[in-house]
């Protein structure tokens, strides 16, 4: 059976998502017994005792499905940040579910998305699934998204603009100002998504939009479950916007979707605040640990304010020697061609003894790094 002709072609060309390499896959692959995966910017810490409790009780029903609506994690997100409401939350499977609903209500075939290269593919591969056309704008020379860019491209056909801030993978973010400026040209039937997946690490510098402070009515906030709380491998995140877009959302979501274990997990995370604040603190110890080796290796960094860092080997060959050799040592860190950044790796920001054995590999490998790609 041919089955091309089938398939969309905007869905046949498309290159599939790759997440970073299992820890599993390694140990089977390598017969490693001390691995430490870096690659995926998750939480070290792991889960809240108190998410893994009510996930735990929660159990005791899955014989029932949950609430459809999700109203007990609604109101715990409402508590969480004072002043919104219900009718304006929806609920799905991490940020990217509720990208998804957002592709499948709003976006048509041959609709323009606007965006800058080299920033989360997740997102590319939704928009592109619509058949839409996106339109890249290129970044700042510090990797940032590059504002006044975004600006000379958007225009009455622009449909979607998408920004993740803080971004992945470069870690940098869009000032208040500069997404205010923004806002200034974006015309009103243009959706923008505002994807704040690691908006607990960037909150406290005084310059970062916290986008739940605005009420623009055509932005999407899109947060997540799955970095700093801890809870990746349930699948659960939250996007805030006007209700008229939260019930068009609702009319394309999966019925019973997310599911009661991920829904009773995520209020556990948000009951457990001492829980966030060692996260971040860990966070902060582990990050300037490792900016510091980093610089020393002579590596260039791009500063960011995630769970995660960017550094430039120089190539595309000397990315991939890199990646191999850690892999050997047992260090899983995420190369990223993919994201159109051939010559960096991004490096997540593990516990304190995941960070040393990431340490000493690069110890070893550093001469014959030096002697290959530095002579």
């Known amino acids: ?177 500069e997404f205010n400026s923004l806002m200034e040209v974006v015309p009103s039937h243009t959706i923008v998504i505002l994807d704040e997946a690691y908006f607990e690490y960037a909150r406290s510098h005084v310059d970062y939009p916290d986008s739940m402070n605005y009420r623009y009515d055509n932005v999407i906030t899109l947060r997540t479950f799955s970095k700093a709380f801890g809870i990746a491998g349930i699948r659960i995140g939250y996007g805030y916007a006007h209700p008229e877009f939260i019930k068009a959302l609702h009319k394309v979501k999966l019925p019973f979707e997310p599911n009661i274990i991920a829904q009773r997990g995520a209020i556990g995370a948000i009951k457990d605040y001492p829980h966030l604040e060692r996260t971040l603190n860990n966070n902060t110890k582990r990050y300037y640990e490792t900016m510091n080796n980093l610089k020393k290796w002579e590596f260039e960094t791009i500063p960011s304010v995630t769970n995660f860092i960017c550094f430039k080997t120089g190539s595309k060959e000397a990315s991939l020697w890199l990646y191999e050799e850690l892999l050997n040592r047992g260090v899983i860190v995420r190369p990223l061609i993919s994201n159109g950044m051939p010559e960096f790796l991004r490096i997540s920001l593990g516990l304190k003894i995941e960070m040393q054995h990431f340490f000493d590999a690069m110890e070893e490998v550093m001469p014959n790094f030096n002697k290959k790609f530095r002579t």
């Open 1 to 177: 059976m041919e089955t091309k002709p089938l398939i969309p072609e905007y869905i046949y060309n498309l290159k599939p998502y790759t997440a970073g390499k299992p820890i599993e896959e390694l140990a089977k692959e390598k017969g490693i017994e001390k691995i430490s995966k870096l690659a995926s910017n998750e939480n070290p810490l792991g889960p809240s005792p108190y998410a893994i409790r009510e996930m735990t009780y929660a159990l005791w029903n899955t014989h029932r499905y949950p609430d459809m609506h999700g109203l007990d994690l609604k109101n715990a997100i409402c508590t969480m940040y004072k002043g919104l409401d219900e009718k304006n939350i929806i609920l799905g499977s991490g940020s990217e579910g509720i990208m998804g609903y957002i592709a499948r209500a709003f976006i048509q075939p041959g609709d323009e998305v606007l965006t800058c290269e080299k920033t989360f593919i997740g997102f590319h591969i939704l928009a592109l699934c619509s058949g839409s056309k996106i339109v890249l704008a290129p970044r700042t020379e510090d990797h940032r998204f590059n504002i006044e860019e975004l600006k000379k491209r958007v225009n009455e056909k622009t449909k979607v603009v998408y920004i993740a801030n803080p971004d992945n993978p470069t870690g940098t973010y869009i000032t208040e100002k």
